[in-house]
Protein backbone atom coordinates (compact mmCIF):
# COMPACT_ATOMS: atom_id res chain seq x y z
CA UNK A 1 0.00 0.00 0.00
CA UNK A 2 1.60 3.64 -0.58
CA UNK A 3 0.88 6.27 2.01
CA UNK A 4 1.51 9.64 0.78
CA UNK A 5 -0.62 11.08 4.42
CA UNK A 6 1.20 11.66 6.90
CA UNK A 7 -1.58 11.44 9.46
CA UNK A 8 -2.85 8.58 7.63
CA UNK A 9 0.94 6.88 8.10
CA UNK A 10 0.32 7.73 11.96
CA UNK A 11 -3.04 6.06 12.41
CA UNK A 12 -1.76 3.02 10.60
CA UNK A 13 1.46 2.87 12.70
CA UNK A 14 -0.50 3.03 15.70
CA UNK A 15 -3.49 0.51 14.84
CA UNK A 16 -0.15 -1.96 13.93
CA UNK A 17 1.10 -1.25 17.27
CA UNK A 18 -1.96 -1.98 19.07
CA UNK A 19 -1.38 -5.18 17.31
CA UNK A 20 1.72 -5.32 19.17
CA UNK A 21 2.99 -6.24 15.49
CA UNK A 22 6.97 -5.74 15.22
CA UNK A 23 7.24 -2.61 12.50
CA UNK A 24 10.59 -2.82 10.51
CA UNK A 25 11.44 0.57 8.77
CA UNK A 26 14.37 0.88 5.70
CA UNK A 27 14.48 3.30 3.30
CA UNK A 28 16.34 4.36 0.18
CA UNK A 29 16.24 5.44 -3.86
CA UNK A 30 15.55 2.03 -5.34
CA UNK A 31 16.68 3.61 -8.47
CA UNK A 32 16.83 0.92 -11.50
CA UNK A 33 15.76 -1.80 -8.99
CA UNK A 34 17.27 -5.16 -9.31
CA UNK A 35 18.48 -8.63 -7.34
CA UNK A 36 20.30 -6.65 -4.75
CA UNK A 37 17.63 -4.06 -3.96
CA UNK A 38 14.71 -7.29 -3.90
CA UNK A 39 17.03 -9.09 -1.69
CA UNK A 40 17.89 -6.23 0.62
CA UNK A 41 14.10 -5.60 1.65
CA UNK A 42 13.76 -9.72 1.53
CA UNK A 43 16.49 -9.58 4.38
CA UNK A 44 14.48 -6.84 5.86
CA UNK A 45 10.79 -8.17 6.27
CA UNK A 46 12.60 -10.91 8.02
CA UNK A 47 13.30 -9.04 11.46
CA UNK A 48 9.54 -8.25 11.61
CA UNK A 49 5.89 -8.03 10.89
CA UNK A 50 5.62 -5.47 8.76
CA UNK A 51 8.05 -3.58 6.58
CA UNK A 52 7.38 -0.02 5.91
CA UNK A 53 9.85 1.54 3.34
CA UNK A 54 10.47 5.01 3.00
CA UNK A 55 11.79 6.02 -0.42
CA UNK A 56 13.17 9.40 -1.85
CA UNK A 57 11.59 11.70 -4.01
CA UNK A 58 13.15 12.75 -7.86
CA UNK A 59 14.21 15.94 -6.17
CA UNK A 60 15.57 14.45 -2.92
CA UNK A 61 17.83 12.15 -5.18
CA UNK A 62 18.48 14.89 -7.25
CA UNK A 63 20.23 16.61 -3.85
CA UNK A 64 21.82 13.45 -3.49
CA UNK A 65 23.00 12.51 -6.01
CA UNK A 66 23.26 14.61 -8.72
CA UNK A 67 21.45 16.36 -11.52
CA UNK A 68 21.27 13.17 -13.79
CA UNK A 69 19.71 10.61 -11.35
CA UNK A 70 17.15 9.53 -10.69
CA UNK A 71 17.17 7.01 -14.47
CA UNK A 72 14.02 5.94 -13.15
CA UNK A 73 10.52 8.76 -12.07
CA UNK A 74 9.30 8.07 -8.51
CA UNK A 75 5.65 6.81 -9.72
CA UNK A 76 8.08 4.01 -11.40
CA UNK A 77 9.78 3.13 -8.56
CA UNK A 78 6.59 3.33 -5.96
CA UNK A 79 4.67 1.17 -8.64
CA UNK A 80 7.63 -1.49 -8.20
CA UNK A 81 8.08 -1.14 -5.13
CA UNK A 82 4.14 -1.68 -3.74
CA UNK A 83 4.07 -4.43 -6.00
CA UNK A 84 7.06 -6.78 -4.03
CA UNK A 85 5.63 -9.59 -1.64
CA UNK A 86 8.27 -8.53 0.92
CA UNK A 87 6.61 -4.64 1.06
CA UNK A 88 3.83 -3.80 3.49
CA UNK A 89 3.60 -0.33 2.82
CA UNK A 90 5.34 2.67 0.87
CA UNK A 91 5.74 6.16 1.61
CA UNK A 92 7.37 8.20 -0.39
CA UNK A 93 9.45 11.41 1.26
CA UNK A 94 10.82 15.06 -0.07
CA UNK A 95 13.79 15.06 2.69
CA UNK A 96 17.56 14.08 2.08
CA UNK A 97 16.87 11.99 5.25
CA UNK A 98 14.52 9.74 6.74
CA UNK A 99 14.33 11.45 10.33
CA UNK A 100 10.85 12.62 9.85
CA UNK A 101 9.37 9.84 8.56
CA UNK A 102 11.25 7.86 11.62
CA UNK A 103 9.79 10.21 14.01
CA UNK A 104 6.10 9.67 13.31
CA UNK A 105 6.67 5.62 12.23
CA UNK A 106 8.96 4.72 15.81
CA UNK A 107 9.83 1.55 13.78
CA UNK A 108 11.43 -1.48 16.60
CA UNK A 109 14.06 -1.75 13.65
CA UNK A 110 15.87 0.58 11.16
CA UNK A 111 17.72 -1.62 8.59
CA UNK A 112 20.20 -0.36 6.32
CA UNK A 113 22.86 -1.89 3.62
CA UNK A 114 26.27 -2.64 4.13
CA UNK A 115 27.60 0.56 2.51
CA UNK A 116 27.10 2.21 6.22
CA UNK A 117 27.53 1.94 9.18
CA UNK A 118 25.48 2.62 12.30
CA UNK A 119 28.12 5.63 13.79
CA UNK A 120 27.76 7.16 10.67
CA UNK A 121 23.72 7.03 9.97
CA UNK A 122 22.22 10.37 10.59
CA UNK A 123 18.84 8.71 12.06
CA UNK A 124 20.58 6.73 14.05
CA UNK A 125 19.98 8.72 17.33
CA UNK A 126 16.46 9.55 16.68
CA UNK A 127 15.81 5.12 16.08
CA UNK A 128 17.55 4.78 19.99
CA UNK A 129 15.73 7.29 21.04
CA UNK A 130 12.41 5.86 20.25
CA UNK A 131 13.29 2.67 21.62
CA UNK A 132 14.68 0.96 18.11
CA UNK A 133 17.51 -1.09 17.30
CA UNK A 134 19.76 -0.18 14.09
CA UNK A 135 20.44 -3.44 11.95
CA UNK A 136 23.17 -3.50 8.91
CA UNK A 137 22.63 -5.95 6.53
CA UNK A 138 25.51 -7.00 4.44
CA UNK A 139 25.24 -5.78 0.24
CA UNK A 140 24.44 -8.59 -2.93
CA UNK A 141 28.20 -8.16 -4.19
CA UNK A 142 28.26 -7.49 -7.37
CA UNK A 143 24.64 -5.50 -7.73
CA UNK A 144 24.23 -1.61 -7.31
CA UNK A 145 22.78 1.12 -8.93
CA UNK A 146 26.05 2.76 -9.90
CA UNK A 147 27.13 -0.79 -11.38
CA UNK A 148 23.86 -1.42 -13.22
CA UNK A 149 24.44 2.27 -15.31
CA UNK A 150 28.27 1.64 -15.99
CA UNK A 151 27.35 -1.97 -16.98
CA UNK A 152 25.20 -0.53 -19.40
CA UNK A 153 27.16 2.40 -20.73
CA UNK A 154 29.96 0.23 -21.67
CA UNK A 155 27.53 -2.34 -23.05
CA UNK A 156 26.07 0.28 -25.40
CA UNK A 157 29.20 2.29 -25.62
CA UNK A 158 29.15 3.37 -29.38
Not at 33 to 43: A, S
Not at 138 to 152: D, H, K, M, Q
Amino acid sequence: MIITDRNLLKNIVNELKAQNLKIVFTNGCFDIIHKGHVEYLNHAKKFGDILIVGINSDESIKKIKGDKRPIIPLESRIYILDNLKSIDFVVPFDEETPINLIKIIKPDVHVKGGDYNEEDLPESKIIKECGGKVKIIPLVEGFSTTNVIEWVLEKYKK
